[in-house]
């Protein structure tokens, strides 16, 4: 089955820019997914089909999908934007074709 | 507004079934597809099971496939996961999800999420 990485953590200075990648084999070649989880809270889309942004989020979240990486960054990074960040995409010809990334924590 | 609430979680044994059901309000429910996610305690996402919006496909991951039914009642604006054979490790909050777009064919990125419901698996 299709597998996809992200790194556990990253730590990021309120107004910079955090950085979320996810590793998968030509993962280019496929549509990425982002959703962004806070504690006790459901996933919230904020990414679709690589650099969409759905309606309501704001434009400092954006992505890109080239080669093998995937990513998400998130510019003038506020404290509102700590929590988890998971990316997905969907391997048609896979024993588990929907598949979400482990997921990355945003500390700011 | 959109909205999806997930109900039927509760206490269970190993090897047992239950029956969990997200009701949804907001939108033409019959042309959207539709799936179930779970999130054991502190841990990451993982897929269940996804129907399309005419319930006539559904794809399954292979940690539940022949073990999970997903089905839909377009009369009712009701998704529905039948689980059997239940593991300890099935122990999750459950949550229901609504595609993005309309009247796809092949699952994609899901907009609204239910506030889920709580399976715990326990002798």
Not at chain 1, 32 to 50: E, F, M, N, R, T
Not at chain 1, 96 to 107: A, D, M
Not at chain 2, 42 to 70: C, H, N, P, Q
């Amino acid at each position: 089955s299709y597998v996809l990485t992200q790194s556990p953590s990253v730590s990021v200075a309120p107004g910079e820019t955090a950085t979320v990648t996810c590793g998968g084999d030509n993962i280019a070649a496929k549509s990425v997914h982002w959703y962004q989880q806070k504690p006790g809270q459901a996933p919230v889309l904020v990414i679709s089909y690589d650099r969409d942004r759905p309606s309501g989020i704001p434009e400092r979240f954006s992505g890109s999908n080239s080669g093998n990486t995937a990513t998400l960054s998130i510019s003038r990074v506020e404290a509102g934007d700590e929590a988890d960040y998971f990316c997905q995409v969907w391997d048609s010809g896979s024993d588990n074709p929907y598949v979400f990334g482990p997921g990355t924590r945003v500390t700011v | 507004q959109v909205k999806l609430v997930e109900s039927g979680g509760g206490v269970v044994q190993p090897g047992g079934s239950l029956r969990v059901s997200c009701a949804a309000t907001g939108f033409t429910f019959r042309s959207y597809g539709m799936h179930w996610v779970r999130q054991a305690p502190g841990k990451g996402l993982e897929w269940m099971a996804f129907v399309r919006y005419d319930g006539d496909k559904k794809y399954y991951s292979a940690s539940v496939k022949g073990r999970f039914t997903i089905s839909r009642d377009n009369s009712k604006n009701t998704v529905i996961l039948q689980m059997s054979s239940l593991r300890i490790e099935d122990t999750a909050v459950f949550y229901c999800a609504k595609e993005l777009r309309s009247g796809t064919y092949a699952p994609g990125p899901t907009d609204t999420w239910g506030q889920g419901t709580l399976v715990t698996v326990s002798s």
